[in-house]
Each structure stands twice: as structure tokens, then as C-alpha cells.
């Protein structure tokens, strides 16, 4: 299983997570961080981020950077810095919170003007992610209404429960398999068991036990 990981180094993914305070941003990155193999979470103003390993099919080896932002309100110059050289964005919204749903077109246009107002930026692969799906019972927004989103904006579209973590794993991987463009076969899509393979590598500063990571930069890390 191991025999190339010498030979390739990882690609690097770097995923931000916005939506509204307590749709679940905190909790969907805890909640990948910490199924496999513990976690590694790390406070940097405001900023959480972690590193995740997973291997894609073709063994595509893949470090994952999850980046959370903290408590605090994410403005205009907070943003920039924030979403600076992301590959994914995920809008998460609470199925039993209609604002929260509401607001994601905001928080896209704002990423897009961002991004485009840069001249060599990329922009981002966008996913909407439906959180809260173990509330069924409460749901407020209407799957129909999801699919149009997902449709008029042309993103991927993932449900998700960060509490029972049912697909959280599956989204991360099947957006960085987009990004990455690497085909997930049907029993990929299908499962919703985790990953073949993750490890939460060190943090940047920290050595690792066996090679540091060539493309670990502590810059990527450092909002101020
Ligand atoms: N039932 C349920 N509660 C959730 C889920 N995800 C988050 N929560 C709760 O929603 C609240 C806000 O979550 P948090 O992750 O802090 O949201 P954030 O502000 O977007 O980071 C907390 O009380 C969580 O326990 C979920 O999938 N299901
Ligand atoms: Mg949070």
C-alpha cells in the first residue's frame, strides 16, 4: 500500500469552510479532523486550521489543509487573507436555519470578488454543504432548494451531520478528487465509510515522526 509514498510528494488541497455563526463549520472540521487517527488542531488568531493526509484512488496522496475560521467576524481584509490560495470553499448552512441558507450567495459573491480582484488567482471549486441532516425532523430548508443552489451556481453538493459525522469524510474526499481530478469509482461515492487512509500529519513547526512535509509553509498558517 505504502510502496510509492516515497517517490511522489503529497499534492497539497487547501479547503476553507465559511457560512454563518453555528451552522456547524467548527464542528464539520472537528469532526474530519478527529475520526481517524486523534487530531492536531491549532489555534493561530482566530484561524484553526489542521492538516489531513488521505490517499484517492491511482494512489493520489493528498494533504488535506482544513481551514476554520474562529469565532470572530470575517471581514473584507480577514477574507482575503483567510481564503488566500484556496483550491475549495464549502458554504455551510444549517437545514434547520432558512439565514443560514439565505446568506451563502453573499458569502460566494464576496469570495468571488475577491478572488477575481487578484490577477493570478484561481478560483476556487465551491461546495454546498448541508449540515444538520440527523434533524431531519426540523428541517427548514427544502432539498429542492438546495439542488436549485447547487445548480444555478454549479457547485458539488454534499449532506452532511457533523454530530453523527455521517458523510463528513466523504465530502472532503470527494471535493479534493474534483479538485484534483481524480475519479472516484461508484463504491467510493457509495460508502460513506471512512477514508482507505488518513493520518493527521504535524503541524508546521512541529517535525514530523518520519519526513517533513517538502511543501509544509508556515506561511500558508499565519493570519495577523
Ligand atoms: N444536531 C446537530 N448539531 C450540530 C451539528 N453540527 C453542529 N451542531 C451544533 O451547532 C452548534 C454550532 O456549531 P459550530 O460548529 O460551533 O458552528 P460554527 O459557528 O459554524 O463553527 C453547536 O451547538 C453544535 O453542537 C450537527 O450536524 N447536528
Ligand atoms: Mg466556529
Known sequence: MSDSEEESPDKQVKIVILGDGASGKTSISTRYSGESFGKLYKQTVGVDFFLKRIVLPNNVHVTIQVWDIGGQTLGGEMLDKYIYGANGVLLVYD???????????????????????????????????????????LRVVKPDKHMQFVKDHKMSSHFVSA????????????????????????????SSQPVVKAEIVPSVGVRGPSRPLSSQRSSLCTIQ
Open 163 to 190: 454530530k453523527t459525522g455521517d458523510s463528513v469524510n466523504l465530502c472532503f474526499k470527494r471535493i479534493a478528487a474534483e479538485i484534483l481530478n481524480v475519479k472516484l469509482s461508484k463504491a467510493d461515492l457509495d
Open 95 to 137: 437545514i434547520t436555519n432558512a439565514n443560514s441558507f439565505e446568506n451563502l450567495s453573499d458569502w460566494k459573491v464576496q469570495v468571488e470578488k475577491l478572488i477575481s480582484s487578484k490577477r493570478d488567482a484561481k478560483m476556487p471549486h465551491f461546495a454546498l454543504v448541508a449540515n444538520k441532516v440527523d434533524l431531519e425532523h
